[in-house]
């Protein structure tokens, strides 16, 4: 196991930002971090990396104990925040030098690593440009260039996504596959719901502080899911057809808007084959009838629907 959370909580002057929150990341894996702003993603990414002392409970990073031997796990972890400085004034290769030589790095060592990690984060042909030239992206891969600089087991990567464009979201998520495929675990957060469920091999949601689910993206929207839905088309008589259904046992909320209905079912196939057939016995001119597969972004809006803060 590479990360074991057990019963942590943060206070910050009286308010609760991590609640008893108990989690496990094995070995291998590419966990994303999913919460609204407020819920204690950062907070608890801090703490584990060793950057924040817990009000309580225990954080291991490969079998350490984060409080009691902090630079052994610092060792073992590369860690990229969401708001990170970089030295504008520096040319990419003397950035990487520079952090290579904080790490204890020797100068004979160095170069060879540099362009190894400046290849794989796609930067090799901007070795000799200024780090202030550099697009936002291109910024964004340099410091998870940084962060592998000492060969970590472990990365922790605070929002890398955000704020980038689609061509470099997609090069991103192309880096962080080949980084598991060397055997690294990566605990990732971000707001991006459809591109952590391609990408990620799991998920846990937290929410005021508390983790709400976790395990795949499958068994989290099959778990969280309580309530199936569907959508259905009528021809007209839609005032009838929603009342109807109103009346029906199992049935949850209902919008409608321009002769398309949805609607929460609590139940699966036998609720869905109810509802058509009474919908026909009513003469009630459906038009299409199709059940809406759970997803990741429906799971999160339900599991914190509670409201958002202004502290990660």
Do not use: W
């Given at each position: 196991?590479?990360?074991?959370?057990?019963?942590?909580?943060?206070?910050?002057?009286g308010?609760?930002?991590?609640?008893?929150?108990?989690?496990?990341?094995?070995?291998?894996e590419?966990?994303g971090?999913?919460g609204?702003?407020?819920?204690?993603?950062?907070?608890?990414?801090?703490?584990?990396?060793?950057?924040?002392?817990?009000?309580?409970?225990?954080?291991?990073?490969?079998?350490?104990?984060?409080?009691?031997?902090?630079?052994?796990?610092?060792?073992?972890?590369?860690?990229?925040?969401?708001?990170?400085?970089?030295?504008?004034?520096?040319?990419?290769?003397?950035?990487?030098?520079?952090?290579?030589?904080?790490?204890?790095?020797?100068?004979?060592?160095?170069a060879?690593?540099?362009?190894s990690?400046?290849?794989?984060?796609?930067?090799?042909?901007?070795r000799?440009?200024?780090?202030?030239?550099?697009?936002?992206?291109?910024?964004?891969?340099?410091?998870?260039a940084?962060?592998?600089?000492?060969?970590?087991?472990?990365?922790?990567?605070?929002e890398?996504?955000?704020g980038?464009?689609?061509?470099?979201?997609?090069?991103?998520?192309?880096?962080?596959?080949?980084?598991?495929?060397m055997?690294?675990?990566?605990?990732?957060?971000s707001?991006?719901l459809?591109?952590?469920?391609?990408?990620?091999?799991?998920?846990?949601?937290?929410?005021s502080?508390?983790?709400?689910?976790?395990?795949?993206?499958?068994?989290?929207?099959?778990?969280?899911?309580?309530?199936?839905r569907?959508?259905?088309?009528?021809?007209?008589?839609?005032e009838?057809?929603?009342?109807?259904m109103?009346?029906?046992?199992?049935?949850?909320?209902?919008s409608?808007?321009?002769?398309?209905?949805?609607?929460?079912?609590?139940?699966g196939?036998?609720?869905?084959?109810?509802?058509?057939?009474?919908?026909?016995?009513?003469?009630?001119?459906?038009?299409?009838?199709?059940?809406?597969?759970g997803?990741?972004?429906?799971?999160?809006?339900?599991?914190?629907?509670?409201?958002?803060?202004?502290?990660?």
């Amino acid at each position: 196991m590479m990360v074991h959370v057990d019963n942590l909580t943060k206070r910050f002057r009286g308010t609760l930002a991590v609640d008893r929150l108990t989690m496990q990341i094995p070995t291998g894996e590419i966990y994303g971090f999913v919460g609204a702003n407020g819920a204690g993603k950062t907070t608890t990414m801090r703490i584990i990396a060793g950057l924040l002392k817990p009000t309580s409970g225990k954080v291991y990073v490969n079998g350490v104990d984060v409080s009691k031997e902090p630079l052994e796990v610092k060792r073992n972890i590369g860690y990229m925040p969401d708001f990170f400085g970089v030295y504008d004034d520096l040319k990419v290769s003397e950035y990487m030098n520079f952090y290579a030589g904080l790490q204890g790095i020797s100068k004979s060592k160095t170069a060879e690593l540099a362009d190894s990690l400046l290849q794989l984060v796609r930067l090799t042909e901007k070795r000799e440009a200024y780090v202030d030239s550099l697009s936002r992206g291109m910024k964004q891969r340099l410091c998870l260039a940084r962060s592998l600089i000492h060969d970590p087991k472990f990365l922790i990567l605070d929002e890398p996504a955000s704020g980038l464009d689609p061509r470099a979201r997609v090069e991103m998520k192309e880096i962080l596959k080949e980084l598991r495929s060397m055997g690294k675990t990566v605990l990732i957060s971000s707001h991006i719901l459809p591109e952590l469920s391609e990408l990620c091999t799991a998920i846990g949601i937290i929410d005021s502080g508390r983790l709400v689910a976790s395990g795949s993206v499958s068994e989290v929207v099959e778990k969280m899911s309580q309530s199936g839905r569907v959508k259905i088309k009528v021809a007209d008589r839609e005032e009838e057809a929603v009342k109807v259904m109103m009346e029906m046992p199992g049935i949850g909320s209902i919008s409608s808007v321009a002769g398309v209905i949805e609607v929460n079912v609590s139940g699966g196939n036998e609720e869905y084959v109810r509802i058509l057939r009474t919908l026909v016995e009513k003469d009630i001119p459906v038009i299409s009838f199709q059940p809406i597969e759970g997803s990741l972004e429906s799971v999160f809006m339900h599991l914190t629907e509670r409201g958002n803060g202004n502290e990660n």
